[in-house]
């Protein structure tokens, strides 16, 4: 019923940018906390940032290393993730959900309304 919808990834090379794009289909973003996510071919889905309702947000600072930042746009009914100076090791799927407290967390566990991800793949 409820899901975000990924959008924005593609195929870059190393130190070109992506925004990606996270709307909600059926429901209002700025109801939640919205929270980014990547999972890499072998790994773990880890988390990158998050968002409040209010625009307060965290940010895994060792995944992203001051390249990547969450914002929101109430109005458009969108969070972005701005990804600058991407690295080959950034080539993963890109998922975004939603956590219904007031609160941001990094955990997946946390999380609801998953979308179904956008592919970045960074290669030279």
């Known amino acids: 019923q409820w899901q975000a919808v990924e959008s924005g990834g593609d195929q870059v090379q190393p130190g070109e940018s992506l925004r990606l794009t996270c709307t909600g289909s059926?429901?209002?973003?700025?109801?939640?906390?919205v929270g980014w996510f990547r999972q890499a071919p072998g790994k773990e889905r880890e988390g990158l940032a998050c968002?409040?309702?209010?625009?307060?947000?965290?940010t895994n600072m060792d995944a992203s290393r001051d390249r990547f930042t969450i914002s929101r746009d109430r109005a458009g009914n969108a969070v972005y993730l701005q990804m600058n100076d991407l690295e080959i090791e950034d080539t993963a799927v890109y998922y975004c959900?939603?956590?219904?407290?007031?609160?941001?967390?990094?955990?997946?566990?946390?999380?609801?309304?998953w979308g179904q991800g956008t592919q970045v793949t960074v290669s030279s």
């Open positions: 959900a939603t956590l219904e407290e007031r609160r941001c967390s990094l955990r997946i566990f946390d999380f609801t309304n």
């Open positions: 968002i409040t309702s209010n625009a307060g947000y965290i």
């Open positions: 059926g429901f209002r973003l700025d109801d939640y906390s």
